[in-house]
């Protein structure tokens, strides 16, 4: 019983101690952190497939060249021994227009991977071959979708 007391005041100490000094998590980060700067970007939002080793970053704009925030970008993939693997991702951009996608196979069933961004009534297309370029980035700028002639 007096064992169980002495490692129960033992901790105690170590906890203070580890306290006082700023090596519990979370009291280092509010010790040291700076402060956080007024135009600070936001982080680029990041999809992870699981599926390989390749990513591709993309940034979208609108027609006027500015960043597309909110949009949204969609991509369907077949993979593996006759492309029976199938993975559907999408995401959104930040304020920057700017999206990751990493974890995507580097051989598909049928290249190039078509990223399809859209916003409103705005859309676009950058095509993306792993084999070639696993580390890729690219821009697409969002258009009016034209009319099919009937």
């Known amino acids: 019983m007096v064992f169980f007391?002495?490692?129960?005041r033992l901790c105690c100490v170590l906890f203070c101690l580890a306290l006082a000094w700023g090596e519990l998590p979370g009291t280092a980060l509010a010790?040291?952190?700076p402060a956080a700067p007024t135009s600070a970007a936001q982080p680029v939002p990041v999809i992870d497939g699981t599926t390989g080793p390749c990513s591709l970053e993309l940034t979208i704009k609108d027609s006027d060249g500015k960043p597309a925030a909110a949009a949204t970008v969609k991509v369907h993939?077949?993979?593996?021994f006759g492309g029976f693997h199938k993975l559907d991702l999408e995401a959104g951009t930040n304020s920057d227009g700017k999206v990751r996608f990493i974890g995507l196979p580097s051989r598909v069933r049928r290249p190039p991977l078509e990223f399809h961004a859209s916003k409103g009534d705005l859309t676009g297309i950058a095509a993306y071959d792993p084999t070639t370029e696993c580390q890729g980035k690219?821009?697409?700028t969002l258009e009016k979708e034209?009319?099919?002639p009937k």
């Open 31 to 33: 010790q040291t952190a």
């Open 77 to 80: 993939i077949a993979y593996g």
């Open 146 to 148: 034209k009319p099919e």
């Open 138 to 140: 690219h821009d697409i």
């Open 5 to 8: 007391i002495l490692m129960i």
